[in-house]
């Protein structure tokens, strides 16, 4: 959920920094290069930290992933070692049963 929700965040500040940007146009035209500096530095801050909660989101999450398949491919394994050994396995009948 982190590694989507990242960069949705950062989208959001980075749409929020141009608006900021064009109504400081809007207002002081564009000579006010502090007002438009401020905002596009507001809007690459905010993108910049849906990068850092997405990137580590999106690594920790595969690399999960990936350690599960491997359990579970390792399993799989065991368990058709143990199918194949079981085939090999003579079963007594009910006379020999009866007789002990």
């Given at each position: 959920?982190?590694?989507?929700?990242?960069?949705?965040?950062?989208?959001?500040?980075?749409?929020?920094?141009?608006?900021?940007?064009?109504?400081?146009?809007?207002s002081g035209g564009a000579g006010d290069a502090a007002a438009l500096a401020s905002s596009i530095g507001q809007a690459l801050w905010t993108t910049?930290?849906?990068?850092?909660?997405?990137?580590?989101?999106?690594?920790?999450?595969?690399?999960?992933?990936?350690?599960?398949?491997?359990?579970?491919?390792?399993?799989?394994?065991?368990?058709?070692?143990?199918?194949?050994?079981?085939?090999?396995?003579?079963?007594?009948?009910?006379?020999?049963?009866?007789?002990?």
């Amino acid at each position: 959920m982190c590694s989507n929700l990242g960069p949705s965040l950062g989208l959001l500040g980075t749409v929020q920094g141009m608006i900021l940007t064009f109504q400081a146009l809007a207002s002081g035209g564009a000579g006010d290069a502090a007002a438009l500096a401020s905002s596009i530095g507001q809007a690459l801050w905010t993108t910049a930290g849906g990068l850092v909660v997405s990137i580590p989101s999106i690594t920790a999450f595969y690399s999960l992933r990936n350690n599960a398949n491997r359990l579970i491919l390792r399993m799989t394994a065991v368990t058709m070692e143990f199918l194949n050994g079981l085939r090999n396995v003579s079963v007594e009948g009910e006379e020999a049963v009866a007789e002990a």
